[in-house]
DNA sequence: CCTGAAGACTTCAATACTAAAGTTCGATCC
DNA sequence: GGATCGAACTTTAGTATTGAAGTCTTCAGG
């Protein structure tokens, strides 16, 4: 009975036509593909750092250090603004990653409101190893793509992140009216 | 002092290649697009459900029961799959959206182990509303990109969602997130 | 029937997150 | 040169999620 597999994207995105009349199948194609791609990336990119012993959480926050560029420092605040968390959840996340010795948390010397987070080599090195994994992950993905797809292909997502960023919704839920 | 906000992609780029060596800079660019557009798109969407007084948890659960098909039911263990939630996240989320009238939970007559979680008429309302500001937010978002463009991402990304589904069957994986 | 096994959910304990209040230090004002 | 404001982080209380253990029901054998 319950063999109920989650739709094919055109099964699910006739459903919705089904459901909600005035829907442009065109426009739905490209943001349930988006969403899907992005979820199985994710959960991929999970599996492939828990191999090295840390969690996607931990690699993003390697991952802003080493952003950053030498000498691999920021404070806990920066960190959570990157990250899209609060404050306070950094805190917690910078414990268990000092603890496991992926990175340093020190008082700024200069100014002893401020905390300095710091990249360990220790760190660095699974930042190395995690970023190793993901490229061949990446390159393995485009690989059916052309080079001029690839260009493309960036370009519109590129187009598509510029309208979101400057057209966030407000209060009202809508778009706000660019030009 | 450090009035550091999130670098560009183009600046994170940069960066890459300056701590990796042998990075495709162009495999990275879609990527990173990618990665930051749904991110940006998610926390659009939470905005715009939480206008109706709903979480974009919540969202999902009415999202999937609708997907379903009439008479919009589903045991919280399939809800459970689809959504990449463990089961017992699923008895608490329905708990929630029970006790605010989105959904019924009723033990199924024929075989009393099963659970049958229903849309309400208010769920199916919300999910309405909030349909139609996504598809609001989503045709404006495609605004810039022409209908053959828009085609070509639509292929692009289902080439791409082919192949990491092909690469990772399915291995007894929950899946994060929405789609 | 009665027993054992499997399935579908729930409960429990622990973890991670958020929002809000609290703490501490630095800067500014007069 | 103290009083006050604000910034940066931590603490606290409460919520959501996970993994593991538990409960109840059905089904298959003996």
Redesign the interface.
Same mark, same amino acid.
């Given at each position: 009975m %319950?063999d /109920?597999q @989650?739709?094919s994207?055109d099964e699910?995105i006739a459903?919705?036509q089904?459901?909600?009349r &005035?829907? &442009?199948p065109? =426009? @739905?194609?490209? =943001? %349930?593909?988006?969403?899907?791609?992005?979820?199985?990336?994710? =959960?991929?990119y999970?599996?492939q750092v828990a191999e090295l012993g840390i969690s996607s959480a931990e690699w993003e926050v390697l991952k802003h250090l =080493? #952003?950053?560029?030498a000498p691999y420092r920021?404070?806990p605040g !920066?960190l959570a603004?990157?990250l899209?968390l609060t404050p306070a959840a950094m805190t917690h996340r910078i414990d268990r990653m000092a603890a496991e010795g992926l990175v340093t948390r020190d008082r700024d010397e200069n100014?002893r409101v401020r905390v300095i987070v710091e990249l360990t080599d220790e760190g660095r090195t699974k930042w190395?190893e995690a970023?190793r994994m993901a /490229?061949a992950f990446? @390159?393995?993905?485009?690989? &059916? #793509?052309s /080079?001029d !797809?690839?260009?493309? $292909?960036?370009d519109?997502?590129?187009? $598509? $992140?510029r309208?979101? @960023?400057h057209?966030?919704?407000d209060?009202g839920?809508?778009?706000k009216d660019l030009d």
């Open positions: %319950s /109920t @989650e739709p994207l699910q459903a919705y089904r459901e909600f &005035d829907l &442009d065109q =426009v @739905e194609k490209v =943001v %349930s593909a988006l969403g899907r791609l992005n979820r199985r990336m994710n =959960v991929a999970g599996r =080493v #952003l950053s560029g920021l404070g !920066e603004k990157r899209g100014n190395l970023m /490229t990446e @390159e393995d993905l485009l690989q &059916d #793509l /080079t !797809e690839r260009g493309a $292909l960036g519109m997502l590129i187009r $598509l $992140l309208r979101v @960023e057209a966030q919704p209060a839920g809508r778009l």
